[in-house]
């Protein structure tokens, strides 16, 4: 683990009691991986983590920093292929909502990259605010996103799949969604209230010709041909059950994850 400007273990590692990351969830995060041994988009996530840290008035770390925490705890850590947490708080001084005038903290944590979950998700009753102030951005406040998991995984699940205030279909609690109707692929759009995944981003970018962002209602769930999530851990990964329905992983899911494939060939796209 990477604390602050030094590798520690993990069992040495320790953050004052009122760093506000603790106190509030006043943070961002990022999750990367390593592909072929590489951390893979490091560009595209610390330039999301800056966006999120820019709307939370955190000062962002020195980026050149931050590539270095990130490929010096991969190393330390020693695995095959690597999960990686980045987090940023606003760091100590504050033990209420004031925000603190200390320096931000920074913690580098890898641990060994599990096998993709089960393609398994279910629907809730909670819905994104599409107009709140942390609409769209990467923080640590995931109590939500903890809450909804901790529901799916008791159905037997491994996602919570929800609507916006609109009742349009939005996002997971850590995936972007994405729908196959009748041949054609849909995703929401970031007005919607849905992070702006990378990896979401990175197959916008290389399908943009048969991908459409459109606002969608959240009952197209029970009649797309198809249902596949993007994340940083699934990357392209085809439903196979919402809620009680059963879906193939079809044609078209099938194309996109050879294409999300290729891009994964790519160091940091």
């Not at 529901?151 to 491994?158: D, F, M, T």
């Not at 699934?234 to 193939?248: C, H, M, N, S, Y």
């Amino acid at each position: 683990m990477w604390l602050n400007g030094q590798l520690v273990d993990a069992d040495q590692a320790k953050l004052p009691i009122d760093d506000h990351g603790l106190v509030v969830g006043d943070g961002a995060f990022e999750t990367l991986k390593t592909s072929g041994g590489r951390a893979f988009a490091v560009t595209r996530h610390l330039s999301r983590l800056r966006r999120t840290l820019d709307a939370l008035a955190i000062d962002m770390p020195n980026e050149d920093i931050l590539r270095s925490a990130i490929a010096d705890t991969v190393i330390a850590g020693g695995h095959r292929e690597s999960r990686i947490r980045l987090t940023v708080t606003a760091g100590s001084g504050s033990l209420g909502s004031a925000m603190p005038q200390g320096q931000p903290s920074v913690v580098v944590a890898v641990t060994d990259l599990k096998p993709l979950v089960a393609p398994l998700a279910i629907t809730v009753p909670w819905t994104r605010n599409e107009r709140g102030a942390t609409a769209g951005l990467k923080t640590t406040s995931y109590a939500e996103n903890v809450r909804a998991l901790r529901v799916a995984h008791q159905a037997g699940a491994s996602e919570a799949i929800f609507a916006n205030t609109r009742d349009e279909l939005c996002e997971g609690t850590g995936t972007n969604i994405f729908v196959v109707i009748q041949g054609e692929t849909f995703t929401p759009p970031l007005t919607s209230g849905c992070l702006a995944g990378v990896s979401r981003d990175l197959l916008l970018e290389a399908s943009a010709s048969c991908i459409t962002e459109r606002d969608l209602p959240f009952d197209v769930l029970k009649t797309a041909n198809e249902i596949f999530l993007t994340s940083t851990t699934r990357d392209v990964q085809g439903l196979t059950r919402i809620d009680d329905r059963v879906l193939p992983v079809g044609p078209v899911t099938q194309r996109l994850a050879a294409v999300f494939d290729e891009i994964l060939l790519a160091n940091d796209p």
